[in-house]
């Protein structure tokens, strides 16, 4: 079985610039969320969806946006990058099972760069 | 205040010793979940262990344990005989409210580097 899928693994942007990162849970998998690593934050809750729909979201501005599409692939977005957005960006999707629905599987991340 | 706290930044351990990574934690959700994930310096977060709060024994998977003291609000992950593929960042996490929800707050992590 796959696991989860995050592309591309590296991005450079400039500031002002939009960016889109992917990622593919594993194959049954439901539940997506998105994480965002910074040295100096550490890892930071950016939002979950389930079914396509948004069932959390963590302290992120609006700049910050997500979906999910019915084949559980979720895209996230950053619009008007700001260099405090370079970070590494860490997709996770959960079993539906309740038994282990809590276990939480990570891609690679993407790393951001924003110059 | 903090809902996740590690105050060890950095450890040493000699190869196939035990080690106690720390972890103190801040809810007031009687629901909640706690985990431990290691992240290599691949980048990579790989799940080692889950304790959920009602859970009456402590969580055992392989090398891991987590010494949960629900009293003093503690998850303390135990690796026993450590090995030189141990080195790398630990994080110490939270789930609060329900089950199977995905917003989990992090720990600082400790950067664990394991001596041959």
């Known amino acids: 079985k796959a696991g989860v899928t995050q592309t591309p693994r590296y991005l450079i942007k400039t500031r002002g610039q939009q960016v889109t990162l992917s990622c593919s849970p594993i194959?049954?998998?439901?539940?997506v969320s998105w994480y965002q690593q910074t040295p100096g934050q550490g890892l930071q809750f950016l939002f979950e969806?389930?079914?396509?729909?948004?069932?959390n979201k963590g302290n992120f501005p609006g700049r910050f946006s997500g979906r999910q599409f019915s084949n559980s692939r979720s895209e996230m977005n950053v619009s008007t990058l700001e260099l405090g957005d370079s970070a590494l960006y860490l997709c996770?999707?959960?079993?539906?099972?309740?038994?282990?629905?809590?276990?939480?599987?990570f891609g690679s991340g993407t790393q951001l760069s924003v110059l | 205040a903090q809902k996740i706290t590690q105050t060890q930044p950095g450890m040493f351990v000699q190869e196939k010793e035990a080690v106690t990574l720390d972890c103190t934690y801040d809810?007031?959700?009687?629901?909640?979940?706690l985990f431990w994930y290691k992240q290599p310096s691949s980048g990579e977060m790989i799940f080692l262990i889950y304790?959920?709060?009602?859970?009456?024994q402590n969580a055992t998977e392989g090398r891991y344990s987590l010494n949960f003291q629900k009293a003093r609000k503690s998850a303390n992950l135990v690796i026993s005989a450590s090995q030189l593929g141990d080195s790398a960042m630990y994080f110490c996490?939270?789930?609060?409210?329900?089950?199977?929800?995905?917003?989990?707050?992090f720990g600082t992590g400790t950067k664990l580097q394991v001596i041959p």
């Open positions: 996770a999707s959960s079993s539906p099972d309740r038994a282990t629905n809590e276990k939480l599987f």
């Open positions: 194959s049954g998998h439901r539940s």
């Open positions: 969806y389930f079914s396509e729909t948004q069932r």
């Open positions: 809810t007031s959700d009687p629901s909640y979940g």
């Open positions: 304790q959920g709060s009602y859970d009456q």
């Open positions: 996490a939270m789930r609060e409210g329900w089950r199977g929800y995905q917003k989990v707050t």
